[in-house]
């Protein structure tokens, strides 16, 4: 594999795809036919949500949510880390973004999150924390692993485990934040598909589900497979396998509904990123967690090229805080270091990236 000329414009793909699937979808509401009614059809730009919006007033269009502040927060961690991923790291960074975005009183974090992370900075054990988390907040920040690992479905598998313990450690959990890394890992792979980004999600979700506390849920791997097969069948119009998707699947915090279903958007648009997005705007309920999960993958599939220069201006304008390029320069640094071929030029690069954000 010619890491060295494919994987920087496909980790920059997947990083601007997974922002461009947040802020997209935060104009969708709790159901579909809310959300079609209010936007009379599908969204097909980015749009600030309406000022009565339960979660997202007051957002510009293109602004990106909390959970690309994860990922943002979880990215710079591993680049300072020169690529090592320890549990520490990963708890000082939660902790970081929880009191970034004032976690005890948004709307977004879950019970259970806010809960272990309450846990977390009172010193409790981080193995143990995340053994009630099950929700999708470990699955939409895991992305960073999986761009590290162009490739190497498993080595993204055994950090994504380092990386959800912490609050997200039922096996539930575990298993979705698994099928991301996997899948983001494989689609970094030139002359990959979208069958074989499907095939090494599934393998992810069923060996993260041997590891964390036994929880309730479904099978995050079969779901998946079914998401994939209500998104493809041609026997129903793109809304009504939406549609389908929503009601049979479900798009809600729960990682065993979210992740399956960001795969069965993913499959329904065959992997572009912008019709991803608008995909996962129609489906509403947790859009945004779904969005950044399925734009992620398309973007890291497809690459950079795949999204259009006027949504990435807009994705900057409407976030000047980040800087998207710098940080895709980290990790692929990052993911040449790992990649056994070229591990002195990865280092070097990520070298002369870190002298520089110390000047």
């Known amino acids: 594999m010619q890491i060295e000329t494919y994987a920087y414009p496909h980790i920059l793909g997947g990083l601007l795809g997974q922002a461009l699937g947040d802020a997209w979808t935060t104009p969708a509401l709790y159901r579909p036919e809310q959300t079609w009614a209010q936007y009379d059809g599908w969204i097909e730009t980015l749009l600030a949500p309406p000022a009565d919006h339960p979660l997202w007033a007051g957002f510009k269009a293109g602004q990106v949510t909390d959970d690309i502040q994860q990922v943002v927060v979880l990215?710079?961690?591993?680049i300072a880390n020169r690529g090592r991923v320890t549990l520490d790291a990963v708890v000082k960074a939660i902790v970081k973004w929880y009191d970034k975005i004032d976690g005890d009183h948004s709307p977004s974090v879950a019970a259970a999150t806010r809960q272990a992370i309450e846990a977390l900075k009172a010193k409790a054990d981080p193995q143990l924390t995340g053994r009630q988390g099950d929700s999708n907040g470990s699955a939409v920040r895991v992305s960073p692993i999986g761009f590290i690992h162009p490739g190497d479905?498993?080595?993204?598998?055994?950090?994504?485990l380092i990386f959800c313990r912490p609050t997200h450690f039922t096996d539930v959990a575990a298993s979705a934040t698994c099928a991301v890394a996997a899948a983001l890992a494989h689609a970094l792979t030139p002359n990959t598909t979208l069958e074989s980004i499907v095939d090494n999600a599934i393998w992810g979700a069923n060996e993260g589900l041997t590891h964390g506390q036994p929880w309730y849920g479904p099978s995050v791997g079969r779901k998946i497979d079914f998401a994939v097969q209500l998104a493809t069948d041609t026997n129903y119009s793109e809304l009504e396998r939406v549609h389908n998707l929503y009601e049979l699947v479900g798009s809600t915090p729960a990682a065993a509904d979210s992740v399956p279903?960001?795969?069965?958007?993913l499959a329904l648009s065959d992997g572009d990123?912008?019709?991803?997005?608008?995909?996962?705007?129609?489906?509403?309920g947790d859009a945004v967690a779904v969005?950044?999960?399925?734009c992620a993958i398309a973007g890291a599939w497809r690459g950079i090229d795949a999204i259009a220069v006027d949504y990435i201006d807009t994705?900057?304008?409407?976030?000047?805080?980040?800087?998207?390029?710098e940080m895709a320069e980290g990790l692929y640094a990052v993911a040449l270091s790992n990649h056994s071929a070229f591990p002195h030029v990865g280092t070097r690069l990520l070298e002369d990236i870190l002298d520089e954000s110390d000047e």
Do not use: H, K, M, W
Request: proline content about 7%; charged content about 15%; some cysteine.
């Open 261 to 265: 279903c960001a795969f069965g958007i």
């Open 273 to 284: 990123p912008v019709r991803t997005a608008i995909y996962a705007a129609a489906l509403s």
């Open 291 to 294: 969005g950044a999960i399925a």
């Open 315 to 325: 994705l900057r304008q409407a976030n000047p805080q980040y800087d998207f390029e």
């Open 75 to 78: 990215a710079q961690t591993i």
């Open 153 to 160: 479905p498993e080595a993204a598998v055994e950090e994504a």
